[in-house]
Nanobody, 128 residues
Framework: QVQLEESGGDLVQAGESLRLSCVASGSIFSINTMGWYRQAPGKQRDMVATISSNGNTNYPDSVKGRFTISRDNAKNTVYLQMNSLKPEDTAVYYC??????????????????????WGQGTQVTVSS
């Protein structure tokens, strides 16, 4: 099992900054893409930022230039620096990680299977 623990959500005023963190733990062989998604009440969950294993990042236009995703591979951690926050950024932010995890059979053979895990979410509220 792979667990994700997010932190950093808070209530802030428009124009302020927040930094979210997400740590992956458990049985992990490798991590590929790490990302952040958000879901506002009554809306679908949308991608906010992703970062690949080689550092390539991707953002939607709504956060480009304000949000920065980064990762620390040694700590299995992904960060989201959010600057110039707006009320429309208010949502629950979810961490998402995919990779491979080791599985050992009864015969002692180890193979690797893909996983994709979601965190429980952290609330970000931006007041105007």
């Amino acid at each position: 099992q792979v667990q994700l623990e997010e932190s950093g959500g808070d209530l802030v005023q428009a124009g302020e900054s927040l930094r979210l963190s997400c740590v992956a733990s458990g049985s992990i062989f490798s991590i590929n893409t790490m990302g952040w998604y958000r879901q506002a009440p009554g809306k679908q969950r949308d991608m906010v930022a992703t970062i690949s294993s080689n550092g390539n990042t991707n953002y939607p236009d709504s956060v480009k230039g304000r949000f920065t995703i980064s990762r620390d591979n040694a700590k299995n951690t992904v960060y989201l620096q959010m600057n110039s926050l707006k009320p429309e950024d208010t949502a629950v932010y979810y961490c998402n990680v995919d990779g491979e995890r080791p599985v050992t059979t009864y015969s002692g053979r180890t193979y690797y299977e893909p996983f994709r895990s979601w965190g429980q979410g952290t609330q970000v509220t931006v007041s105007s």
